[in-house]
């Protein structure tokens, strides 16, 4: 049977530290839990997972244990993309023997300016390397950060060469005519993903597969509502809604602020750490954040009734 | 005995790499006996290295396989900055331990427009994870590539709080000022090198330690004798002959050039190989280089002559 591709919302899970600084599979299963019953799949390891702040073996061992706590991992989408070669490749066939639904694979990202016959090249050598028919690959743009975009040529050519294997993209360059140039192709089953729910209802009036975003680790079943209701005449409405909350959590260091969020939301202090080189919310950013959490009127969880896992 | 901190020219080793596009030890080895030979120290996993195309495992096996081969560890530099706060503990504990003589350190370089006090943590849970008196870190400022530039204050701060381990930089910013203002401070010891022999003469006029240049990997010899003598009455003359050949060197994708050059020294195309997303030479490009080694005139070793290692 051929796997079937991604769509709906996704989260770029963020990934809880204990007092030492380790990822903390146990608290990190819990809150896929949480995401899962309010519809948002797991696009674990991305940008706003601190996906790049662990080294490959806790990324690893992070995918084992959501296994053994019992999370699907056809809801799985991992985040894979390494600078070198062979470390993506590592993770990958890690993430496939593992059963994951597919992977988020970012371009190598230290070197700048590379040609696209370059990026091909890695491409190729990590599909090839991996080797196995069950890979679906999901491209990551995210020109901002990584500072290595994807060129539209670049990806035409790897879904000519690779259809099969190369099944969609997730845009964060936060340029709607990008997305728009990618959603007007015809390629067979291709899904593409905006990189935030901003672009949710264009996206899906445009052929979209939905969005991968981070404020999904937060407000994920409002998100979730909009793309399952995105050809009704609610749609507006809901899309205002989710704009306004994006604004806000826009004012602050994202990273920081969907785990003092979370933390919010757990009653669970633990939640609030981040790796460096990122830093916690000052108290100043803290306080901001939790008076406008209480003042907003969106579907977010009541702070009280809450909690994860 | 206190370690004595490093000075004089460095090259960033470019590393040989086999069919399966494997680090090859052994050329690397001799690789880096030949710039001994020749006057230069061994930065390797250095950018021109390719180091973020390599995983720490690849990276531990090369400096363990350089040890066994007799290179002798005090003359080594190797790059251990990485993105994860683990892979930058584990690859600089495995460097000191080995006996290295220092480390030269990315800041992680994902994430960008971080704050100071964030990069000011990772270097420090570095250094406190590490936990070794011998460790001597040498900044790596190179914001055209990495995107992550460190700041004036921020290394000031690294400085005084750290003053037996933070032991200098490496300035690649191509921004004479800033590394002006680096060599303007009265830090204990604290070695500035420049980031391509085009300012060496004036580096060392201003009380800075050498330089470490990609172009060390195919002359650096001549490189060397500028820092031998940049206060005789050649020093000029000798600064002009160096700029001449970088400015050839800069016509190319740098790396490809560099393994192109030493791959005509050494009369062994395999030293041509990159790892993806590099490119090798393109047919024309390697011509064109062909043809301008041997028009120049420049200090460097006799083609027909050489033989690496």
């Known amino acids: 049977l051929p796997i079937e591709r991604f769509s709906g919302v996704l989260a770029p899970v963020i990934t809880p530290f204990d007092k030492q600084l380790n990822p903390d599979g146990g608290r990190l299963a819990n809150h896929c839990r949480w995401l899962l019953s309010q519809g948002a799949k797991l696009a674990v390891f991305g940008t706003n997972s601190e996906a790049n702040s662990l080294s490959v073996e806790e990324k690893i061992h992070l995918l084992d244990t959501l296994a053994e ?55 190729s050598e990590v599909i090839q390397r991996v080797g196995e028919d069950r890979l679906q690959i999901y491209l990551y743009h995210i020109p901002p950060i990584a500072q290595v975009p994807l060129s539209l040529p670049l990806v035409e050519r790897l879904v000519s060469t690779y259809p099969e294997t190369v099944a969609g993209i997730k845009d964060s360059s936060g340029d709607w005519r990008n997305t728009a ?16 729910e901003s672009f949710l209802l264009a996206t899906m009036q445009h ?33 205002q809604k989710l704009d306004r909350t994006r604004q806000f959590f826009q ?37 901001k954040l939790l008076t406008g959490l209480r003042e907003l009127v969106f579907d977010m969880p009541r702070l009280e009734e809450f909690t994860a896992g």
């Open 69 to 123: 706590q019992g999370i699907d991992p056809r809801q799985l989408m991992p985040g894979t993309g390494c600078c070198a070669l062979t470390d993506t490749v590592r993770l990958t066939r890690h993430a496939v023997e593992l059963g994951c639904g597919g992977v988020l694979m970012l371009p190598p990202f230290y070197y700048k300016g590379v040609a696209d016959d370059g990026l091909f090249a890695f491409f």
């Open 181 to 196: 140039a990618l959603l007007s192709q015809d390629w067979d089953d291709f899904r593409v993903f905006c990189g935030s």
């Open 251 to 287: 004012q602050f260091p994202m990273i920081a602020a969907l785990k003092a969020t979370l933390s919010l939301y757990a009653n669970d202090s633990e939640w609030r750490r981040v790796r460096p080189p990122l830093l916690p919310l000052s108290a100043d950013l803290l306080e």
């Open 207 to 239: 052929g979209g597969a939905g969005c991968i975003s981070a404020t999904a680790n937060v407000n994920p079943a409002a998100i979730h509502q909009l793309w399952a209701n995105w050809q009704t005449d609610q749609a507006e409405t809901l899309q």
